[in-house]
Structures are given as C-alpha cells and as structure tokens.
C-alpha cells in the first residue's frame, strides 16, 4: 500500500506527485531517521511545477506501480521543489556536479542516510536511449552498489562531502565580515572589467544573435552587465546589448502577448522550451527598450499577478487539449484562439526574492520609460509582499500559496532581491517606508541571519547561496542594496560591506562572465565616482525627472520626491536629503555628497549630468 505524504503540501510541484504510486516524503529529517532504520538510501528528486522534463519524467517512471514498488521496496523516496527549497537544490546540485556537467532539472540525486550524495544524474528514461540507461537500469544499479559495495559508496559520498563543505567554507571565509570593519576587498581593475565586453563579443553567435549555441538563453544578468559597461561610455557593449534584446524580442523566444520563454532549444531562437519564468521576464524588464518592456509588464500584468498584486512563480509548458497533455500548443495558437482552451496552468507560488527581482525590474522600467502603471505595478506587489510574507521588518516567509505557508526557510535571495526592489520602488516613489524597510532587510543580510537545513547541517553540505545564469544572485543585490544605502546614508560601511560581497564573485567573474556578470556590474559602479542626484519636484511630469532618468549610468543613485517626501526622507535618517525642501522643482548633483549648485530647469541639470 503507498504512503505518499504530498497531498497536504503548499507547493503546487510537490501536489502534483500526491497520486504517484510512491511513497514520497518531503525533504526532512525523519525521512532520513527512516532510511537509517531501514538502512537504505535515500533517492530525493528536484523539480519545479512548470518543468515540462519534470512532467514527462513522472508521466513515465513515477506513475508506473512497478517503478513505484521497486522505489517503496528500495529506498526512501523524497521529493524537493527547488523553487520552494534553493538551498538543497543548490547543495544537491553541487554534489551532482561531480557526476555530469549536464545539470538540470528533473534532478535524480540518491543519498546516504547521513545526506551525502552517492550518484546524481537529471532526467533518465523508461527505456534506454543512446548511452542515456533507463531509469529501471540506473535504480538497480545504485541497489546493488548498496548492497554488494557498501564501503565504495560510503567512501564516495564522504569525498563529495568533504569537497563540498571545503568549498563552501573557502567561501564563507572570503565573505566574512561584510557587516564588520577592515580593509575593503581588491576589486578587480575597471579596464579588467570592461574587457569582460570583448569576451562576450567573441562568444556572440553573429548569425542569429545571443551567445553560444543550441539552447539559447536569455540571460538577463548578462544583458544588464552589458547595459552597465554601455552606460559606462562602451559603445561595443551597447550595441552588443541592443542585438541580443532584437533577437530576443524578434524570435520565438518572445511570445505574442509579450512573455518570454525560459529558453529556445534552437540556435536560432526557434522552438521554446515553453514555460515562462517570472525571474526571466523581471529581469529584462531592466535592460529592455520601451516596447519590449511593455509587452513583458502586460504579460505579468495579465498572467502571473495574483488579485493581492503579488507575482506567481511561473507559466507551465504544458496545457491540456482534448484531455491530453501536450507542450506548446497553446503558445502556438494565434492570440485570439487561444481564449477556446483553458491556458497553460500556473505554478502559483509566491517566491519573495523573485517577486523582489520583479519589483526592482518593473520600478527601474517605469521610470526609465516613464510608464506609471509599471510603477503601479511594482507598488502592488511590494504592498502584497509586505502584507505577508514580511513581519516586524524581518522577511519571515519564503514561499506561500493558496493553500497556506512554506516552512522553508527564507535565504539570501529573499532578503536581497526584496531589498534591492523595495529601495529601487522608493527611489522613483519618493516614498521613505519603503527604504526604511529596505535598509532593516540589508541589515539583516549582512549580519547572515539565515536558517540551515538540519539534513545539510548535519552532513556538512550546506554550500550557501550558488552564481547563477539565470538571474540576479541574492548576494549581489544585497551588495547592490548596500552600496545604494551608502549614497542615501552617509554610511560608508554600506560601501564596504558591498565590496566584500562581490570581490570574489566579480574577480572570477572576469574570466567566467557567465554565472558572475551581475557581480562584475556592482564592481564596476563601485568603482566609478559616486554621484548622488536628487529631483526635487511636486509636478510629476516635470522635465527635471525626465532628465535625470535618461542619464542613469554605474555609480549613480537617483532620487525622484517631492518637498514634503524630502522631508520624510531626511527624518529617517538618509542624510542625502537634508535641506533639499526648500526649492521646487530642483535638481541636485552630487559626487560624493560634494553638491554643485541646484539645477531648475532640464536643461540646467542635463549639462551637470553630462
């Protein structure tokens, strides 16, 4: 009989496995208490709601009963949402890393009872396909290692662990004391940064645009790296970046209502793995051009925003169409016949760091574009994120649904990306609660108030928050955050501790851009001459703001209020404001809190701003 515990889950990935003839468990500590018992291992399987692999994977093996006997007889079946829990995706990940290079999702990782990885590989089929083994093959495999080779597997997995949490502790060691005194970190030099351009230059696919090969990813951290070194006075990367969004926005990889898909299988941007990611289209939202930025904020707007004004997670690949379940069908339909069918469903988590990045991603837009419904848009969701997922000024919940809260813990990303957004959304608002919360989410980053895992505490494999491809890290918004703090505060240890989050990262980041390029942005802006401006001005529509947001370039914190919000600004503490009530509209350019006299007219501040 199976005893699947997935029913009453919150994550939308985990319920969907609740009728699988396994007995899965949620990843915890009794699920290896019972492995220990039992004295077997444990196989623990990574996923998300809207991965079609995932899909096909469970369709094939774990919907099967003989598979699900041999699993129930064979191991202690655990299954993880890496959107729901990033820290042992990213731990489960490292490990795997030292089986295959092709690391993706679904994740097939197979434990001891003390949590270290013994065999890891992604999606395996029913049947054997080329040297892919079927997943049958692979099960028997890893039982008869168990079994017959015990003292091989434990040696293995120790070794992967020991790996493991020396890397992880040459890590914490080279980013201690960011909240702390001493030297501010070597950065890597400007020019060194700026070479950064050339390499990608050479990685270009100049045929069809983006970079490298089949699959084509979108990228976005790369993209906005690019957009930092062109406001930086680097033509080659401006025209570097303005290819890559045509492409982007040209070919498949855009869908007609405005969506980006997480990725194209063709060089030439064509055929779509087809979910779309709210991390993806967030993070274009900063770097693309008007119209493109428009067709994302309208997809978020009419697909992923709940009523409260929260972001979900994701859009799935799959759709169902004459009761089946099919890929990209509906994506292929004309907009205007897709209304017949019901769409793709959603995976309707709300991920605190992702709806930061959206937050960030929809407030620098709107200001950029001067597009007040994506400013509405941000407001809506920093309001929802802060009605309930945020308590005292502390983020307390990383993931919530319909149907209740996570008990995952909240990480890096949660506490970064929802700072570096709600600075960003009170910086074009002018509205202070926003960076006084932010600054209280900074705080509780640097000073590294993070839950572990009991499990990778235990066995030593806890590896911190990893670079990503994909989107913006955790750690270097929070970097970002706190460099931004600096120029607003005064406080110079804002800019330290900046720098020691991101020296490593970016000095890596110099020869391997891919995984680093957001940290290689912040390192670039800390190294340029500070430069504080703020628009004081009641008009919202008064050319003083226009102005100043065309000239946004690394270095530069920008503030647009209105007299009565300087004020505000000022009492809680940001001293960039003080006295800047008095004149209305003004314009106020600083380099590193030095003030040249203030500018009233567009004009006056666009030549102090050149």
């Avoid at 003004?586 to 203030?598: F, I, Q, S």
């Avoid at 500018?599 to 501040?605: P, Q, V």
Wanted: proline content about 6%; some cysteine.
């Amino acid at each position: 009989m199976t005893d699947n515990r997935l029913g009453s889950a919150v994550s939308p990935y985990l319920r969907q496995h609740a009728a699988n003839p396994v007995d899965w468990r949620e990843w915890e500590p009794e699920a290896f208490a019972e492995a220990r018992d039992r004295g077997v291992p444990v196989m623990v399987s990574v996923g998300y709601a809207t991965c079609h692999w995932c899909h096909v994977m469970a369709r094939e093996s774990f919907s099967d009963p003989e598979v699900g006997a041999l699993l129930r007889q064979g191991v202690v079946s655990v299954k993880v949402d890496r959107e729901e829990r990033p820290d042992v995706d990213a731990s489960l990940m490292a490990a795997a890393s030292a089986f295959t290079q092709q690391l993706g999702w679904p994740l097939t990782t197979f434990l001891t009872p003390d949590g270290h990885v013994f065999f890891a590989g992604t999606y395996f089929p029913p049947t054997p396909v080329g040297q892919v083994p079927a997943f049958r093959q692979i099960l028997a495999a890893v039982l008869d290692a168990w079994t017959e080779r015990r003292h091989e597997v434990d040696a293995n997995a120790s070794a992967i662990a020991t790996a493991i949490r020396q890397r992880a502790e040459a890590d914490a060691t080279a980013r201690s004391g960011a909240a702390g005194g001493g030297a501010e970190p070597r950065l890597p030099a400007v020019d060194s940064i700026r070479a950064v351009t050339g390499l990608l230059t050479q990685a270009e696919d100049t045929t069809y645009g983006g970079f490298g090969g089949a699959p084509k990813f979108p990228s976005a951290p790369l993209l906005e790296f690019l957009s930092d070194v062109a406001a930086d006075g680097d033509d080659q990367a401006g025209a570097l970046l303005d290819r890559s969004l045509s492409a982007i926005r040209s070919t498949e990889l855009t869908d007609v209502d405005g969506g980006v898909f997480r990725y194209a299988t063709k060089r030439d941007w064509s055929v779509p793995h087809y979910e779309r990611m709210l991390y993806d289209n967030a993070g274009l939202l900063a770097v693309a051009g008007a119209d493109q930025a428009r067709g994302i904020a309208d997809f978020l707007r009419d697909t992923l925003r709940r009523p409260d004004g929260a972001f979900v997670a994701a859009q799935d690949s799959e759709s169902t169409i004459e009761g089946q379940r099919v890929e990209g069908e509906w994506y292929r339909l004309p907009l205007d016949e897709r209304g017949r069918l019901d769409p793709p469903p959603l995976d309707d988590q709300v991920l605190t760091g992702w709806n930061g990045l959206a937050i960030r991603g929809l407030a620098v837009a709107g200001a950029r574009h001067a597009d007040d419904e994506m400013i509405a848009l941000a407001r809506g969701a920093a309001d929802a994120l802060l009605a309930t997922h945020v308590e005292d000024g502390h983020v307390t919940v990383r993931s919530s649904t319909p149907r209740g809260v996570s008990s995952a813990p909240p990480t890096i990303e949660d506490v970064g990306l929802l700072a570096e957004g709600l600075l960003e959304l009170a910086l074009v608002t002018g509205e202070v609660s926003y960076a006084v919360t932010a600054r209280g989410l900074v705080d509780d980053g640097l000073a590294g108030r993070f839950e572990v895992d009991p499990v990778l505490a235990a066995a030593g494999t806890a590896t911190g928050e990893q670079p990503q491809t994909a989107m913006r890290s955790g750690t270097v918004a929070l970097a970002a955050a706190s460099a931004g703090l600096a120029a607003l505060t005064g406080d110079a240890t804002y800019r330290a501790a900046a720098a020691r989050l991101v020296a490593d990262r970016a000095a890596t980041g110099t020869e391997q851009p891919l995984g680093h390029a957001d940290a290689l942005g912040v390192a670039l802006a800390l190294q340029r001459p500070s430069r504080e401006v703020v628009v004081v001005a009641s008009d919202p529509t008064d050319p003083l703001r226009t102005t100043a947001c065309d000239a946004r370039r690394p270095g530069t914190v920008l503030a647009l209020v209105t007299p009565d919000q300087a004020v505000a600004w000022t009492e809680a503490g940001f001293e960039l404001f003080e006295g800047r009530d008095t004149l209305d509209p003004a314009g106020y350019v600083c380099h590193d809190r030095v003030c040249a006299l203030p500018a009233r007219t567009g004009n006056e501040l666009g030549a102090q701003l050149a």
